[in-house]
């Protein structure tokens, strides 16, 4: 039996069986490449769901793990963290917000999100507010709050009664926010590109509408960038390329570039909600992944997310050569390097037939292709990717 398949039939017997999992084994990766338990080498355009902003064990990162790891790896959050203090300090600087909560998870920095819209709100205004507004196709998590938050039933099945307090209107709809509103509303919460959703980019004027509204009428307004954020779009918040900016600002995912870490920014004012005793986490923050967290940050504001729009770019503009080429694929979206592609059929096969040649790229909204490519891919590996998907979508016809 192969090495992979031993593995797997571990795996099965070992683990819940809580995931659609692909029957692939990877241990070991470099760069853009990963491998599987029999050596098969693949180009990997998953990136761990948008995680690994710099591919698979980067130098420097590995190196600030194991500086850190030397020196000090946890201690609690009753004393003051010196890497915490410092990526505390780079996110503020580098974005329009100014305090930051970490925590370990999308999921947790949602929840953290959350507790503080309430918390601020029924403070400022009364016990009576503290519904949040979200959006259909959105993905806020697995824990029962964010689960709730996220406004798609196939998440929601078996998990019920979820907490209440949220409120579904359509994505992309600014008159049916509106009229969504009622007094105990206290936030809308939102991703500025949403990812699992099927790749939909929020339209300017929308954004734009949603801010001003929110802001005459006081409520709160919540980016969840867990995937679209650290400079996955281009830009190194997807806030940016909108002109305009939330209350509270979710991150996770690329933030430690691989390293488990999540992290709430929130204005000043909202943040001092939060006192002493209102919200922790045990891990959260702590010494090692703050120390990685500080190094990926500093290299995504080092010009890699301007490379990522770059390359974004080229790699859409490939993407919709494809698209005109297929009459069975129906639409290219997405901002920097998070790109999908919609098909008129479910995109299992061709995620396959991509696996069989060596490339690893995702399906999500069972039609959607989505593209997760290190932010620091190089075009020549781009072409080698389209070439790839272009013999994968020939094989549909
Ligand atoms: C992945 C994701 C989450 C959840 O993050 P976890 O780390 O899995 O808890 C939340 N929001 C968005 C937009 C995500 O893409």
């Avoid at 019920?160 to 049916?176: S, T, W």
Wanted: with cysteine; glycine share 10%; net charge neutral.
């Amino acid at each position: 039996m192969s090495r992979q398949k031993e593995l797997i039939e571990q795996g099965q017997k070992y683990l819940m069986n809580n995931v659609g999992r692909l029957p692939l084994c990877l241990v070991r990766g470099e760069g853009p490449y990963v491998w599987d338990a029999d050596g098969k080498k693949y180009l990997d355009f998953v990136g761990g769901l948008a995680v690994n902003a710099f591919g698979h064990c980067p130098p420097f990162l590995v190196e600030a793990m194991l500086e850190q790891a030397r020196r000090l790896i946890h201690v609690s959050n009753l004393y003051w963290i010196e890497p915490q203090i410092e990526l505390a300090r780079l996110l503020v600087e580098n974005s329009a917000l100014d305090k930051a909560f970490f925590c370990n998870s999308g999921a947790e920095a949602n929840e953290a999100a959350i507790k503080l819209a309430r918390k601020y709100a029924k403070e400022k205004y009364g016990p009576e507010k503290y519904e949040i507004i979200t959006m259909t196709d959105s993905f806020h998590g697995r824990t029962l709050a964010t689960v709730a938050a996220t406004a798609q039933p196939r998440f929601h099945r078996g998990f019920e009664p979820l907490p209440p307090g949220f409120k579904y209107v359509p994505f992309n709809d600014f008159k049916a926010l509106k009229e969504a509103v009622t007094p105990a509303t206290c936030a809308v919460m939102l991703e500025p590109v949403q990812g699992e959703g099927g790749v939909n980019v929020a339209d300017p004027g929308y954004l734009r509408e949603v801010a001003a509204f929110c802001r005459e009428k006081g409520l709160l307004l919540i980016f969840d960038e867990v995937q679209c954020g650290m400079g996955r779009t281009g830009k190194l918040f997807a806030y940016e390329h909108y002109g305009v900016v939330p209350d509270i600002l979710t991150l996770a995912k690329a933030l430690g570039g691989g390293f488990p870490i999540g992290a709430t920014l929130a204005r000043e004012e909202v943040a001092a909600a939060f006192r002493p005793g209102d919200h922790s986490s045990t891990f959260g923050g702590n010494p090692l992944a703050c120390a990685v967290a500080v190094a990926a940050v500093r290299a995504i504001v080092g010009g890699l997310a301007e490379k990522a729009a770059v390359t974004g770019a080229y790699f859409r503009e490939k993407l919709a050569e494809l698209a005109a080429k297929y009459p069975f694929v129906k639409e290219v979206r997405g901002l920097g390097l998070l790109l999908g592609m919609e098909l008129d059929r479910p995109g299992a096969g061709v995620v396959a037939r991509c696996q069989e040649e060596g490339l690893l790229i995702n399906c999500t909204k069972e039609k959607v292709l989505r593209f997760l490519p290190p932010l620091n891919i190089e075009k020549s590996l781009v072409d080698e990717a389209v070439a790839i998907l272009d013999r994968a979508l020939a094989a549909e016809e």
